[in-house]
């Protein structure tokens, strides 16, 4: 099983980025599928997560209303949009893999991508 996160890059405050995470390895459908970001110096959190099914999305407070969360099964893939973007946004954003357990335990999750810079500048 292998998730590969992309669409990192370096943008200024307010700017655009989208990510991808891509699944290779399992039925895509079933797993839900989230995103977690890990700033320096601070522990990895929680961004937002996606359901099986799609039908069901959560976002940090931090992030409402600024990114949103999508999949396409038959791409295999995942979308994090995110707008808005602000400095305190920079960090290496992970997609993950959950089959059950809490969308929003990072120990909970199964499967990990290798992480994708994202650095907002002022």
């Known amino acids: 099983v292998q998730l590969q996160a992309s669409g990192g890059g370096s943008v200024q405050t307010g700017g655009s980025l989208r990510l991808s995470c891509v699944a290779s390895?399992?039925?895509?459908?079933?797993?839900?599928v989230g995103w977690f970001r890990q700033a320096p110096g601070k522990e990895r959190g929680f961004v937002a997560a996606i359901s099986r099914t799609g039908g069901v999305t959560f976002f940090a407070d931090s992030v409402k209303g600024r990114f949103s969360i999508s999949r396409d099964d038959a791409k295999n893939t995942a979308t994090l949009r995110m707008r808005s973007l602000q400095p305190e946004d920079t960090a290496v954003y992970y997609c993950a893999g959950l089959r059950s357990g809490s969308y929003f335990q990072s120990d909970d999750y199964n499967y990990w991508g290798q992480g994708t810079q994202v650095t907002v500048s002022s």
């Open positions: 390895g399992l039925r895509f459908s079933d797993i839900a």
